[in-house]
């Protein structure tokens, strides 16, 4: 019996992992183990996926909460390292690049387990970003990298990865995409929202770059309050975000905007559907990028910068910053039918979890 421990802590890991377990129980002689780290644990930012995602119930929850970055990564990894002492697996599996996803693959590889990272070699080269460390010192020590995109590829060739512990097998997020795409476009979230396909423009936003900045939020607010005239705006609102809007007092910029719907965040499924469906999203998200990419649905992603470069290269992603006036512009190109037209990018066909496993264990 192989034993297998995949990782999941914060809401972008759910989607990710979802395929990859389910293509393992497939086999009699794998035996993964679900440890989520408790990273996210609000119901809207973990149960609600466990359950849209037909994933099994957590075998271990480490409970870890939200704390500074150190606190949680160092909360992280004691209560990781009493799991894999007593479950002693042959091999930990991390997604993305939260964390949960460095705290996890550091403790393994001290305690000679093998580590596999999936969504490995992407680089925003901003190390700013937190996740932007996390990739590194995920990718640095990891045994198995699973590349999703080109740049990848060049990204770890040149920090001088290995190539046999490299392989470019496509997006599981993608896998998760097509998988539940009939049950998505069975929410009914568009006829409560009272939204017609196309007549509405989908916002996400949560980034510290972002929201924690007062100057960064309004600017970002002024672009909003210019495009809602045009266009109804759904906004789902990140725990950060909400926090953070009432801690610089913009409750009463948001409230006057009433074209902007601002609502709880929502689970997988109600989102796939109204991004099915959006005339445009503009996001600060890493995932979205490449979902709105995979659905040829024009993105407007507010950063400087990207780790997934293929989703601007050939996919329907521009980056707009903060900068109010070049968000304005790009919106309205968009809502006269100029929109940037895009493809998928190599691999993204659903598969990746399959051959994930298929390279780990010769399926
Ligand atoms: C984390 C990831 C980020 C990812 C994002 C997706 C890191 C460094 N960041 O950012 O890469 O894009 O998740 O959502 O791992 N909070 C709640 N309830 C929750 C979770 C968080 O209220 O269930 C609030 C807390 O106030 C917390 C804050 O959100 O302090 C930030 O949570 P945290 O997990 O630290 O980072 P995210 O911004 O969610």
């Not at 990298?145 to 060739?157: A, D, I, R």
């Not at 990207?306 to 919106?331: F, H, M, Q, W």
Request: proline content about 4%; charged content about 25%.
């Amino acid at each position: 019996m192989i034993k297998i421990v995949n990782v999941v802590g914060a809401r972008p890991n759910f989607m990710k992992i979802a395929p990859i377990q389910r293509e393992m129980v497939k086999y009699k002689h794998i035996e993964p183990l679900l440890v989520h780290t408790g990273q996210h644990y609000d119901e809207r930012m973990s149960k609600l996926f466990f359950d849209d995602l037909e994933m099994p119930k957590p075998d271990i929850y480490l409970n870890v909460g939200s704390a500074s970055h150190a606190v949680q990564t160092a909360k992280i990894m004691i209560e990781f390292e009493q799991v894999l002492l007593e479950h002693q697996p042959h091999l930990v599996v991390v997604v993305g690049d939260v964390n949960s996803t460095a705290a996890c693959s550091l403790v393994a590889v001290k305690l000679g387990i093998k580590v596999a990272h999936v969504e490995a070699g992407l680089r925003s080269f901003d190390r700013t970003m937190p996740e932007e460390i996390n990739r590194l010192l995920t990718d640095a020590i990891s045994d198995f990298l699973f590349v999703t995109e080109q740049s990848g590829l060049v990204n770890l060739k040149r920090e001088g990865i290995l190539d046999s512990k490299v392989h470019f097998v496509g997006h599981v997020m993608i896998d998760s995409l097509i998988h539940f795409t009939k049950k998505a476009a069975l929410s009914t979230i568009k006829q409560t929202l009272g939204l017609a396909d196309h007549s509405y423009a989908l916002i996400t936003l949560h980034r510290p770059g972002n929201v924690d900045n007062r100057e960064n939020f309004c600017k970002l607010l002024n672009a909003f309050e210019l495009i809602e005239r045009d266009i109804k705006i759904i906004f789902p609102i990140h725990p950060r975000s909400k926090k953070m809007i009432k801690e610089f007092g913009l409750e009463e910029r948001i409230d006057r905007m009433n074209n902007l719907i601002l609502m709880e965040p929502l689970g997988y499924l109600d989102f796939m559907n109204l991004l099915h469906s959006a005339r445009f999203v503009l996001t600060d998200s890493g995932g979205i990028q490449e979902e709105t990419t995979y659905l040829g649905i024009p993105c407007l992603t507010m950063r400087e910068n990207t780790e997934r470069p293929v989703t601007v290269e050939s996919g329907t992603n521009i980056l707009v910053g903060s900068n109010t006036d070049l968000i304005l512009s790009e919106a309205k190109k968009i809502l006269s039918g100029n929109e940037k037209k895009g493809k998928i990018p190599p691999l993204w066909d659903g598969k990746a979890a399959k051959r994930i496993v298929d390279l780990l264990f010769n399926c």
